[in-house]
């Protein structure tokens, strides 16, 4: 449940995936792992009243945007859930265990040949456990908390550094003081 006065965010799906081929007659089955759809992390923890997201530096060896800084996320796989997908992504690519607290974006990948854009949902999250934190991934060079005052000197993925300062600005203004209740308890 999301706190009241909480912005929603309207989920859509792109143009590309009403051009996928339907059979009839078709069951929903059938076709649940033909779309490929992506989920995003923002994930943020409180130390000594400073607030820190969790970040990554692409490897170099990365087809989009080698070398740039990203929050985590990746496919959501078959029968999983958004939150479910959140949870093991971080898991698996930082060694972080997250609260999933609310929806916050959408975005797209950009497509590839021969395939449709890839819709993505983004989530903000709080850190419960980062304990196993990955210092690398088999994805990333680096992994670490960076303080949100200093996000601007990494050199993100375009559009990211913007997104974490509003999403920066909705945990704070929303669940700052849930988690600090929780953190309590």
Known sequence: MLPEGFPSVKI???PQVKEIPLKRPRKREEFQH?????VAALCFKEENNQLYILAGKRKESRELY?????FGGG???KGETFERAIKRQLLEEFGVKVEVLAPF??????????RALIPGLRFICYCIDDSGLKEDSEEHDIVRWIPLE??????????LKEIAHQAALQFKNYFCKYCKTREKE
């Open 105 to 114: 974006a959408t975005y797209s990948i950009p497509p590839k040949e021969n």
């Open 34 to 38: 033909h779309i490929e759809v992506h």
């Open 75 to 77: 496919q959501v796989h």
């Open 150 to 159: 200093e996000i601007d000197r990494f050199h993100f993925i375009p559009g």
């Open 66 to 70: 080698p070398g740039l800084w990203e």
């Open 12 to 14: 859509a799906a792109s």
